[in-house]
């Protein structure tokens, strides 16, 4: 078997949620790698400035604005890319919300809304792109594309005040293992990232100088919170050659937490 390790050099590689946060870190960290990169996410202005950091990496990037919610017009994009590329090698899918509500208070309407992007977005993402991917001629090693969603450490544990966004993130696990038992036979395979808590827009006032912060940082043998960068190795091996037989895993990148116990 030939294949080139850790490469994804002029891969295509789509980032859904890639403009900011943990997305915008590996939508960077794959163009500098070399892929051919497109960013996409449901905020205009930061498409836009997602669209001037990827000039700096040449002119074979592209940015769009995308509403994950919207199977029609999911469809139209992942097309929209293959057309212009002519294949898709890669996506990362990175789009999801938050809630923080004490269960008891919790609106329906809001924990609709979680599930419909977190959830019901990460399929409607996945069933166009792999709809794309599986009609492909797959590489030397048999792949046709590979699928990566960002997941949670509330894919496996509790967090309070978060229900929607911990029963969403559970439902990511149960899409990543159905989809990998469906599509790795035909050449797509699927896996996630459950990435500990990394300090960005949705997640900072929670854990910024708080308790439930502090608490974190106590139960995580590291000692601190991630560095957006730091998920980026993991997201750019599930899309090399060097990940050929890794399907249906969730990866935690969370400095010990998971592991800890008394």
Not at 64 to 93: C, E, N, W
Request: charged share 20%; glycine share 10%.
């Amino acid at each position: 078997m030939s294949y080139t390790p850790l490469d994804v050099k002029d891969k295509v590689v789509v980032v859904t949620g890639g403009t900011s946060g943990l997305g915008r870190a590996v939508t960077l960290g794959f163009a500098q790698a070399g892929a051919r990169v497109v960013a996409a996410s449901s905020n205009p202005d930061k498409v836009a400035a997602i669209a001037a950091e990827l000039a700096e990496f040449g002119s074979h990037h592209h940015a769009a604005p995308l509403d994950v919610t919207d199977p029609d017009g999911v469809q139209k994009f992942f097309q929209m890319v293959a057309d212009k590329y002519g294949r898709i090698d890669s996506l990362l899918h990175a789009a999801g919300i938050m809630k923080r509500c004490l269960a008891v208070d919790l609106a329906i309407a809001d924990f609709e809304r979680v599930l419909k992007v977190n959830l019901t977005g990460n399929f409607i993402v996945a069933q166009a792109a792999g709809r794309i991917m599986l009609k492909q001629s797959p590489d030397h090693l048999g792949i046709r594309g590979s699928i990566t969603s960002i997941a949670s450490l509330s894919s496996f544990v509790s967090f309070s005040e978060v229900i929607a966004y911990s029963v969403s993130k559970a439902g990511v696990n149960g899409i990543t293992r159905g989809l990998a038992n469906e599509w790795t036979p035909l050449g797509v395979r699927v896996n996630a990232i459950a990435p500990g808590v990394f300090p960005t827009e949705l997640n900072r006032p929670l854990i910024d100088g708080t308790p439930r912060g502090q608490w974190i940082k106590a139960h995580t043998p590291a000692g601190r919170f991630g560095d957006a960068d730091e998920i980026v190795g993991l997201a750019i091996y599930l899309a090399s050659d060097s990940a050929s037989f890794t399907s249906g895993q969730t990866i935690a990148v969370d400095g010990g937490f998971l592991a800890k116990g008394v």
